[in-house]
T-cell receptor, first 116, second 111 residues
Framework: GAVVSQHPSRVICKSGTSVKIECRSL??????MFWYRQFPKKSLMLMAT?????????EQGVEKDKFLINHASLTLSTLTVTSAHPEDSSFYIC????????????FGPGTRLLVL | GQNIDQPTEMTATEGAIVQINCTYQ??????LFWYQQHAGEAPTFLSY????GLEEKGRFSSFLSRSKGYSYLLLKELQMKDSASYLC????????????FGQGTELSVKP
């Protein structure tokens, strides 16, 4: 149990385009989903926390207009990187949690974004 | 402030036992988590401690002392596939469930 999927697993796009990443909890209803990015050999950096049906809470320094988060249902959250630039290239990982799982965060497999 | 410390790197031998320590200083505490992350992959959940003591799960055990702000992850009968980064994370009780991660300990298991 507690499986989280992400799509796509890898994406290459041109500078200036927008990219949408989906995060789904497959076998549980996630009251909260989290979005992280990770640079090589670095730890996870939390970008935002989202609860179903409400606006995401962004961490300091994360541009909410650049990283649009939508948590439309208890099993789906999306992160859209708008007008992507090469510096947005990174490994983006989502996680999901639920009270039934003691609020343990279960991570998706990650999305590797490369902006050319 | 918030601070989570763990060693950057450790090396151990196949079949041996290794202990990865984590100390934390946070404004609140509502549980400590250990995750394993292989290179290029997302973290996988290993263990959760919220009360003092030892939690055992097969070859992996995790210990917590809240009074000392200290935890360790113990890996027994090491296998080559255990080579990975091990992340210690603390959940503060007033942060909506968000985790504060340590920098991770890169464990190399040698034959």
């Amino acid at each position: 149990g507690a499986v989280v999927s992400q799509h796509p697993s890898r994406v290459i796009c041109k500078s200036g385009t927008s990219v949408k990443i989906e995060c789904r909890s497959l076998d549980f209803q996630a009251t909260t989903m989290f979005w992280y990015r990770q640079f090589p050999k670095k730890s996870l950096m939390l970008m935002a926390t989202s609860n179903e049906g409400s606006k995401a809470t962004y961490e300091q320094g994360v541009e909410k207009d650049k990283f649009l988060i939508n948590h439309a249902s208890l099993t789906l959250s999306t992160l859209t990187v708008t007008s992507a630039h090469p510096e947005d290239s990174s490994f983006y990982i989502c996680s999901a949690s639920a009270p039934t799982l003691r609020e343990t965060q279960y991570f998706g497999p990650g999305t590797r974004l490369l902006v050319l | 402030g918030q601070n989570i410390d763990q060693p950057t790197e450790m090396t151990a031998t196949e079949g041996a036992i290794v202990q990865i320590n984590c100390t934390y200083q946070t404004s609140g505490f509502n549980g400590l988590f250990w995750y394993q992350q292989h290179a290029g992959e997302a973290p996988t959940f290993l263990s959760y401690n919220v009360l003092d003591g030892l939690e055992e799960k097969g070859r992996f055990s995790s210990f917590l002392s809240r009074s000392k702000g200290y935890s360790y992850l113990l890996l027994k009968e090491l296998q080559m596939k255990d080579s990975a980064s091990y992340l210690c994370a603390v959940r503060e009780d007033n942060q909506g469930g968000k985790l504060i991660f340590g920098q991770g300990t890169e464990l190399s298991v040698k034959p």
